[in-house]
C-alpha cells in the first residue's frame, strides 16, 4: 500500500488543524506552517469538507478549521477521503483480478496485512499523531528524525 502524495498532504493539513483546535487557519498559513504547496490545498481541503472532515468559512476572516474534534477523526478516514480504500494489493480489492487467488499463498499474506493495516490506521485518530508542524521548518524536522 502506497498513499498518494496528497493523501500525506491531506494528513498533515489535519493533523496541524487538529494542533490549532477551534481555530479558523488561512490558506497561506496552513502552508507554509505544513509545508504543503499551496497550490495542492483547495483540491483536497474541498475533498475534506465534502467528507466533513473539515469545515471552510469564507470571507474575511474565513479559513479552514477541523468539523469535528480530532479524537472523532482517524487516519483511516483522511486517507480514505482523499485516495479511497487504502488496498495492499488489487487481488484483496478484487479476488477476480488474479488467476491464483484460491491457492496463492501471497494472497493470505496480503490479507492478514490488509487487515492490520487497516485497522491501525482505523484505531489511530488524529488526537493520537498530534505535532507541531509549524514549530519546525522542514531542515529542523529532518534533523529530528
Excluded at 38 to 48: A, D, E, M, Q, Y
Excluded at 99 to 108: E, L
Aim: positive net charge; contains cysteine; aromatic residues 8%.
Amino acid at each position: 500500500m502506497l498513499i498518494t502524495r496528497q493523501a500525506d498532504y491531506a494528513i498533515r493539513i489535519v493533523i496541524y488543524l487538529a494542533k490549532n483546535y477551534g481555530k479558523t487557519l488561512t490558506a497561506t498559513t496552513i502552508s507554509e506552517k505544513t509545508n504543503v504547496p499551496k497550490s495542492f490545498l483547495p483540491r483536497i481541503v474541498s475533498t475534506l469538507s465534502n467528507r466533513k472532515i473539515v469545515i471552510t468559512e469564507k470571507g474575511k476572516k474565513g479559513g479552514v478549521r477541523l468539523a469535528r474534534p480530532p479524537k472523532d477523526i482517524t487516519i483511516y478516514e483522511v486517507i480514505e477521503a482523499i485516495d479511497g480504500v487504502p488496498t495492499m494489493n488489487i487481488c484483496i480489492d478484487r479476488e477476480d483480478a488474479c488467476f491464483y487467488t484460491d491457492f496463492c499463498k501471497m494472497h493470505q499474506l496480503w490479507k492478514e496485512l490488509q487487515s492490520y493495516i487497516e485497522k491501525k490506521l482505523k484505531d489511530t485518530t488524529v488526537a493520537d499523531v498530534i505535532v507541531d508542524y509549524g514549530s519546525l521548518g522542514p531542515q529542523q524536522a529532518q534533523e529530528t528524525l
